[in-house]
């Protein structure tokens, strides 16, 4: 079945960094644009980052624009986040998403993994 | 763009018809959609494009809309039903979500 697992989330002191990671399955991944999407405890969903299906490109929030690095490898069907400069305000659940039609625009989100809690505290 | 919902909370009977409204700052054409997020559980897609039913997803639900402003309809609201719902605009990037309407009993 379709599916997405997320993983490498933690407890990071500020300014430090980490690295999630999304392991798909059960689609073609390679067709498919992803997005990052976070939900601190108690709060809504804010959005993150998008990559485009072939990696070619790629769109943040102004709140991680320049600290937060979105890439996929399409050979190892697996989305990835790299965050940097963490800050406490980005403590969250970090979900990843796959978008709803293969090789879409201004797609949305059918389907969500579990997430992965990031902690960032001293 | 900034998404604004309404209300933020909605007190509600099974059987009611519910609607919630999800305003965008600026015109956004057709580019919404739902979600129905459960406590502790991920989100799940009602509907996108503002008005197209995900399959799987009850024939109660229904949106309609365009430009800025939109509305998710729930016709009968069943025990399921309840939960937190976001709209998510797909217009233009930084995308956005609205703050969310949790649906109680």
């Known amino acids: 079945q379709v599916q997405l697992v997320e993983s490498g989330g933690g407890v990071v002191q500020p300014g430090g960094s980490l690295r999630l990671s999304c392991a798909a399955s059960?689609?073609?991944?390679?067709?498919?644009?992803m997005q990052w999407v976070r939900q601190a405890p108690g709060k809504g969903l804010v959005w993150v980052a998008f990559?485009?299906?072939?990696?070619?490109?790629?769109f943040y929030a102004d709140s991680v624009k320049g600290r937060f690095t979105i890439s996929r490898d399409n050979s190892n069907n697996t989305l990835h986040l790299q965050m940097d400069s963490l800050t406490p305000e980005d403590t969250a659940l970090y979900y990843c998403?796959?978008?709803?039609?293969?090789?879409?625009?201004?797609?949305?989100?059918?389907?969500w993994g579990r997430g992965t809690m990031v902690t960032v505290s001293s | 763009i900034q998404l604004t919902q309404s209300p933020s909370l909605l007190s509600a009977s099974v059987g009611d018809r519910v609607t919630i409204t999800c305003r965008a700052s600026?015109?956004?054409?057709?580019?919404l959609a739902w979600y129905q997020q459960k406590l502790g559980k991920a989100p799940k897609l009602v509907i996108y494009?503002?008005?197209i039913l995900q399959s799987g997803v009850p024939s109660r639900f229904s949106g309609t809309g365009s430009g800025t402003e939109f509305t998710l309809t729930i016709s009968s609201l069943q025990p399921e039903d309840f939960a937190t719902y976001y709209c998510?605009?797909?217009?233009?990037?930084?995308?956005?979500f609205g703050g969310g309407t949790k649906v109680e009993i």
């Open positions: 059960g689609f073609t991944f390679s067709h498919y644009g």
């Open positions: 998510q605009q797909l217009n233009s990037y930084p995308l956005t």
């Open positions: 990559i485009r299906f072939d990696g070619s490109s790629s």
């Open positions: 494009s503002t008005s």
């Open positions: 600026q015109g956004i054409s057709v580019y």
């Open positions: 998403a796959k978008e709803v039609e293969a090789f879409g625009t201004r797609d949305a989100l059918d389907v």
